[in-house]
Structure formats: structure tokens, C-alpha cells
């Protein structure tokens, strides 16, 4: 039972990644517009936390392997995701006078930065929690990497076509949140 939850929860994590960057755009595109700004800040502000996160994940598998210490990030992140439509319009006049890129870029930074950290982190500790031996290590490496990476691309498909023209924006950025938070309660 184990084994399954860790591959959900590599699942829903590794979707909800690209489709609170997508929606970051739509969030943050009212006030800054949908430019290359916007887009080049978001893909980058999404890459250094994920990098970030791996790292720290990556030492927290190695210290402490458990499942509390894979859920509350999960959890965290899902709370985080839920208070960004909350917190959007005080970041974003906390930074109106700035350069539009320097705006984007620090709004972006506040906003997605942290929850994207904490998803980091779920894929070095599920590595670690399910490999049973060192010589398939590389092979669930390889497998949860694919899975998040393929719920990623779901992920991205979906938000884009399908689910922010039928749910809209503030409502699917909740439950993504909220779904984060229901898996981190379920381990």
C-alpha cells in the first residue's frame, strides 16, 4: 500500500508543478500581461525551486526516510497553493512601482517560489522511501521521474484545454491546493 500512495503522490505532485505554472500566468497576466517577461520568469522562477527543492529533499531522504517527513511538504505546498489568489493583489501592489520586469519577477519569486520548493522535494524522498535495494535505485529513479513527468505534460494539457476554461482560474488553483492537502492526509 505504501509503494502505491508514493507513486500517487509523485503523480499529483509532479501535475499540480506544471499546472501552478501555467496558472501563474493567468493569475499573474492581468496586471503584467502574457509577455515573455511573464513566461521567462515563471519557467525560471519554477526551475530554480524545483532545483532547490530537490536538493533539499534529496538531504531530508538521506537523513530522516519516512513518510511524515515525504507528506508535510506535500501538505505545506497544498496550503500555499490555496492562499496565492488570496495573497496575489497585496504582492502585487507591495510591488507596483517597480520596473514591470523586476514586478513580475519578485511577485512571481513570493507567490510560487515556496510551494514549488516543497514539491521539489517529493520526488528524492519517494525515491528513497521506495527503493527496497541499491541496485534499483537508478530504475525507480528512472520511473518516478517518468510518471511525474508524464502527469506534468497531463497536467499542462489539461489546465491549458480543458479544466481553466470549464473551472476558471481562482477556483482550480483551490483545488489543486486542496488536493495537495487531501494527499499529504492520506499518508
Avoid at 28 to 51: E, F, N
Avoid at 65 to 86: E, K, Q, S, T
Avoid at 144 to 166: I, Q
Wanted: charged residues 10%; contains cysteine.
Amino acid at each position: 500500500m505504501l509503494q502505491i500512495f508514493i507513486i500517487l503522490a509523485v503523480v499529483i505532485s509532479g501535475a499540480s508543478i506544471l499546472a501552478v505554472e501555467i496558472l501563474g500566468t493567468r493569475l499573474l497576466g492581468p496586471y503584467y500581461g502574457v509577455s515573455l517577461y511573464l513566461w521567462s520568469a515563471l519557467i525560471g522562477i519554477t526551475l530554480a525551486a524545483l532545483s532547490v527543492g530537490y536538493t533539499i529533499g534529496g538531504r531530508r531522504a538521506d537523513a530522516a526516510p519516512n513518510l511524515r517527513n515525504f507528506c508535510w511538504p506535500i501538505g505545506l505546498a497544498g496550503v500555499l497553493v490555496i492562499l496565492i489568489p488570496w495573497l496575489r493583489h497585496p504582492v502585487i501592489e507591495a510591488f507596483a512601482g517597480l520596473d514591470m520586469r523586476a514586478a513580475v519577477l519578485i511577485t512571481g519569486t513570493i507567490l510560487f517560489f515556496p510551494p514549488l520548493l516543497l514539491l521539489g522535494t517529493v520526488s528524492p524522498m519517494a525515491i528513497r522511501l521506495k527503493a527496497v535495494a541499491l541496485d534499483e535505485v537508478g530504475r525507480t529513479a528512472g520511473n518516478l521521474y517518468a510518471m511525474s513527468t508524464l502527469a506534468s505534460v497531463a497536467a499542462a494539457l489539461g489546465t491549458g484545454f480543458y479544466l481553466v476554461p470549464h473551472m476558471g482560474v481562482a477556483r482550480l488553483t483551490y483545488l489543486i491546493g486542496l488536493l495537495l492537502v487531501l494527499t499529504a492526509a492520506l499518508g
